[in-house]
């Protein structure tokens, strides 16, 4: 089977720019994360959903970003009136499992520029 | 203090090396630790996770954990050219170390 995609790959905003990144996740995955990598840096955790459930939005820097999984599977991170500290990669991971965050599988990222 | 502390390197090694990547961390509450290789633009990919102290091996890799002195390694044998990426620490709660950036020279 396929694993974790993301779409777009690369994305250019202008400052001021809503823009919405999707994740697919592996078909079956309960659990879906997000991540947000800076360029040298580990993955900063964003938010955690369980089926169409979030469960945590701690790792949300502010009320810019918002995140939903509506049916339990496809997921969107969108931002909204995008600032130049957003540009990141923005990862997706899958886990089959409802609990704990390990064995997650990760996609290739969107890299967000903001202008 | 980061909760979780990785030297970033870059390491460059010879081909054939044994390679050792740490992580130390400050919070006692960390219960898996896993180990994650990103090559250049794609996604981290798990390698090894583990649960308690001690050793854990697979193929070229070994993951060691010492929970009494919050300190994690990861031993890669006969390194090769295609080991060549960031290593990445992580632990639950979620939390990802900066990741070392290693280069196997052939």
């Known amino acids: 089977g396929a694993g974790v995609s993301q779409s777009p790959r690369y994305k250019v905003a202008k400052r001021g720019q809503d823009v919405a990144l999707r994740c697919d996740p592996i078909s079956g995955h309960v659990s879906l994360f997000w991540y947000q990598q800076a360029l040298g840096q580990g993955p900063e955790f964003l938010t955690y959903?369980?089926?169409?459930?979030?469960?945590?939005k701690s790792g949300l820097p502010s009320d810019r970003f918002f995140a939903e999984r509506p049916e339990g599977s496809v997921s969107t991170l969108k931002i909204q009136r995008t600032q130049q500290e957003d540009s990141a990669v923005y990862l997706c991971?899958?886990?089959?499992?409802?609990?704990?965050?390990?064995?997650?599988?990760f996609g290739p990222g969107t890299r967000l520029t903001v202008t | 203090q980061k909760e979780v502390e990785q030297d970033p390197g870059p390491l460059s090694v010879p081909e054939g090396a044994i390679v050792s990547l740490n992580c130390t961390y400050s919070?006692?509450?960390?219960?898996?630790f896993m180990w994650y290789r990103q090559y250049s633009r794609k996604g981290p990919e798990l390698l090894m996770y583990t649960y308690s102290s001690g050793n854990k091996e697979d193929g070229r890799f070994t993951a060691q954990v010492d929970k009494s002195s919050k300190y994690i390694s990861l031993f890669i044998r006969d390194s090769q050219p295609s080991d060549s990426a960031t290593y990445l620490c992580?632990?639950?709660?979620?939390?990802f170390g900066k990741g070392t950036r290693l280069s196997v020279i052939a």
């Open positions: 992580a632990m639950i709660p979620l939390v």
């Open positions: 919070n006692s509450a960390f219960q898996y």
């Open positions: 959903f369980q089926n169409e459930a979030q469960l945590d």
């Open positions: 991971a899958s886990s089959l499992a409802s609990q704990g965050g390990y064995e997650q599988y």
